[in-house]
């Protein structure tokens, strides 16, 4: 069965950090590519960034780049994302997106907020 299961959310105060990881199971996870998203309030899913199979690519949305880092081991099934410099703009449900061809698997989400 496949799991995607986000964590490392939480409350933090702008100009923090947080590291999220995603564990994942039931599929073959060095194959596929994988992505994080998020969902603010009143807001649709956009993409945080994404990196390739290997690791060897990575991409960000513009509001991440420079703040953000996403990486992958794929030894221990499981992707990163490092945020850093967190602005309250950045609240947001965050989800683990894996992708191959035209198979999606996505986890559940888990809450960030960024607030004083």
């Known amino acids: 069965q496949v799991q995607l299961v986000e964590s490392g959310g939480g409350l933090v105060q702008p100009g923090g950090s947080l590291r999220l990881s995603c564990a994942a199971s039931?599929?073959?996870?060095?194959?596929?590519?994988m992505s994080w998203y998020r969902q603010g309030p009143g807001k649709e899913r956009e993409l945080v960034a994404s990196?390739?199979?290997?690791?060897?690519?990575?991409n960000y949305a513009d509001s991440g780049k420079g703040r953000f880092t996403i990486s992958r081991d794929n030894n221990k099934n499981t992707v990163f994302l490092q945020m850093n410099s967190l602005k309250p703009e950045d609240t947001a449900v965050y989800y683990c997106?894996?992708?191959?061809?035209?198979?999606?698997?996505w986890g559940q989400g888990t809450q960030v907020t960024v607030s004083s």
């Open positions: 039931g599929f073959t996870f060095s194959i596929f590519a």
């Open positions: 997106n894996a992708r191959l061809v035209r198979v999606t698997y």
């Open positions: 990196i390739s199979s290997a690791g060897g690519i990575t």
